[in-house]
């Protein structure tokens, strides 16, 4: 069936480090790909998304390209602050049952 | 513009105790409408799900049930409440159309059965 794997956390950096968060994903046909962002006892907020192969998401300084041939979507910033101190959620589409289909989350800790 | 209000934000309640909480959502018609639960530092868990006024499908078996009474409300509830109820509850709405729409998520409700 259809899966989402994210790298595992948390991931700790130091503030104007580069971050990279993977997402790799099992599914048929071409779902549309997001990555959503919860901060400390929040909800979730999408942060970007794609809907097709070598399509790039973009927000806040986030990107994220839709690799079809590697079925990834990870997650990069070129220079993080302590306030991307978050979770990060992958997740993928499926049409069929109107789901989202969720990675398990990616702490993500900056520090100053 | 769409807005959706979950309450209440935090709740305290005894093993054995029912529960209701309310998720409406406002600026559209027709939404699909999610209720997620997440655990302390855990990733979502969908428990219900609805795509129109009465249709309910239910992810997994569990003491909890969901209504959609209107189109733009959708409410979980419980008979009696379990310790393992505990969580974060959270409802999200997506637009109806299917094709990967985002889904839009409310400020969550923090459960702690006591």
């Known amino acids: 069936g259809d899966s989402v794997t994210q790298m595992e956390g948390p991931v700790t950096l130091s503030e104007e480090a580069f971050l990279t968060i993977n997402c790799t994903y099992t599914?048929?046909?071409?779902?549309?790909l997001f990555w959503y962002v919860q901060y400390p006892g929040e909800g979730l907020q999408l942060l970007l998304k794609?809907?097709?192969a070598d399509d790039k998401g973009s927000n806040k300084g986030f990107e994220a390209t839709y690799r079809k041939e590697t079925t990834s979507f990870h997650l990069e910033k070129g220079s993080v602050q302590v306030s991307d101190s978050a979770v990060y959620f992958c997740?993928?589409?499926?049409?069929?049952?109107?789901?989202?289909?969720w990675g398990a989350g990616t702490k993500l800790i900056i520090k100053p | 513009s769409q807005t959706i209000h979950q309450w209440p934000a935090t709740l305290v309640q005894p093993v054995g105790s029912p529960l209701s909480l309310e998720c409406t959502v406002e600026g559209t018609s027709n939404p699909n409408l999610y209720w997620y639960r997440q655990a302390a530092g855990r990733g979502l868990q969908l428990l219900f799900y609805?795509?129109?006024?009465?249709?309910i499908s239910s992810e997994v078996p569990q003491n909890l049930s969901a209504s959609r009474p209107q189109d733009r409300q959708f409410i979980l509830s419980s008979k009696k409440l379990l310790l393992s109820d505990s969580g974060f509850y959270l409802c999200?709405?997506?637009?109806?159309?299917?094709?990967?729409?985002?889904?839009?998520f409310g400020d969550g409700t923090r459960l702690s059965i006591l």
């Open positions: 609805s795509v129109g006024i009465g249709q």
């Open positions: 794609a809907t097709k």
């Open positions: 997740a993928l589409w499926r049409d069929s049952n109107y789901q989202l289909i």
């Open positions: 999200a709405w997506s637009g109806g159309q299917g094709g990967g729409q985002p889904q839009h």
């Open positions: 599914a048929t046909g071409y779902p549309s």
